[in-house]
């Protein structure tokens, strides 16, 4: 089955300076590159918290 999907490239600096790049993808195609990297900054806050959560927890 195909799935029309947008795909995102973000390049980024590390604290020590080298550079990475992470690949962003939707399915929704109303979306612009920076709301999808809104989104998935908002997203990788809540995966942070629940994996604390478990650690914290002793929950893993």
Same mark, same amino acid.
């Given at each position: 089955?195909? $799935?029309?999907?947008?795909?995102?490239?973000?390049?980024?600096? +590390?604290?020590?300076?080298?550079?990475?790049?992470?690949?962003?993808?939707? +399915?929704?195609?109303?979306?612009?590159?920076?709301?999808?990297?809104?989104?998935?900054?908002?997203?990788?806050? $809540?995966?942070?918290?629940?994996? +604390?959560?478990?650690?914290?927890?002793?929950?893993?």
């Amino acid at each position: 089955m195909d $799935v029309a999907s947008l795909l995102h490239r973000q390049i980024y600096k +590390n604290k020590d300076s080298s550079e990475g790049i992470l690949y962003l993808i939707s +399915n929704d195609l109303k979306l612009d590159k920076h709301l999808i990297e809104t989104i998935y900054q908002k997203q990788w806050k $809540v995966d942070v918290f629940h994996k +604390n959560i478990k650690y914290n927890t002793l929950l893993a």
